[in-house]
């Protein structure tokens, strides 16, 4: 019999929400598995602390550890290899939060600038630890068990069909899907998926808690777990096959 896998959404540097949520969820055995969906870093104010959270787990508790790449783990690899102002320079990514924990700096307010020394160093994303850098490169695209197909932000449709994820070229496309075609008309293997926040979706068509946007989003064949961590919102976890759900709110 397959063991329980836990499923878990954008932390966005909110440790604290992340250290509650672990202290909710029941005691993990070897035969679970713990899969994060990505987007560990930025808007919140610990993406450091959240980083060595997740990369220590592995040899702090018994269940199997899944940490599957982001959008935003995805594009400081590109600041880093190649250079990409355009995703720095919003303020809303939240590059300068991941920019001062990294470097041990306060929390910028939520309309500070970074000064213009903070904005050349965070340009060539060197400020990140090589062996930071190293683990985002080797963070897979997707997971795929028993229960769930997990993806960080989605699946295309492709010459009329909504392909396997190890069929996506480029797999990069996974993570920065937000296409209402798939949320409303994907049918298969359950997929879970994080990066849009659950606020967004089609409301209209999630069965659990309608009356509240701001939950997990439980559509036709897939859940959306973005619950809006580290910008205003709340961590989400997500129980199979039970389907329980577990917060970092309340």
Not at 179 to 194: A, H, I, Q, S, T
Request: contains cysteine; charged residues 25%.
């Amino acid at each position: 019999m397959a063991g329980r896998t836990f499923a878990i959404g954008d932390i966005h540097g909110d440790l604290a929400a992340l250290e509650m949520l672990f202290q909710r969820l029941p005691a993990l055995t070897v035969d679970d598995t713990v899969v994060f969906l990505g987007d560990y870093i930025d808007r919140g104010p610990d993406s450091a602390g959240v980083v060595a959270y997740v990369r220590a787990l592995t040899s702090q508790i018994p269940a199997k550890i899944v940490t599957l790449r982001g959008n935003h783990e995805d594009a400081w690899l590109q600041v880093a290899e190649r250079g990409w102002p355009e995703f720095i320079f919003p303020r809303s990514n939240g590059c300068l939060e991941c920019f001062r924990s990294f470097t041990g700096a306060p929390p910028p307010s939520e309309d500070e600038l970074a000064t213009p020394a903070e904005m050349t160093k965070m340009l060539t994303g060197k400020f990140l630890p090589p062996d930071v850098l190293e683990w985002m490169r080797g963070l897979p695209f997707f997971y795929e068990d028993e229960h769930a197909i997990y993806v960080h932000a989605g699946i295309k449709r492709t010459d009329g069909e909504f392909p396997h994820p190890r069929e996506v070229v480029p797999a990069r496309a996974l993570l920065w899907l937000r296409d209402r075609d798939f949320f409303e008309n994907y049918r298969g293997k359950l997929v879970v998926f994080g990066h849009t926040t659950t606020r967004t979706l089609p409301n209209e068509l999630s069965t659990h808690t309608p009356e509240d946007p701001e939950d997990l989003w439980a559509g036709p064949a897939c859940i959306g777990l973005d619950t809006a961590c580290g910008k205003g919102g709340f961590l989400t976890a997500f129980e199979l096959p039970a389907r329980m759900v577990y917060e970092s709110r309340g």
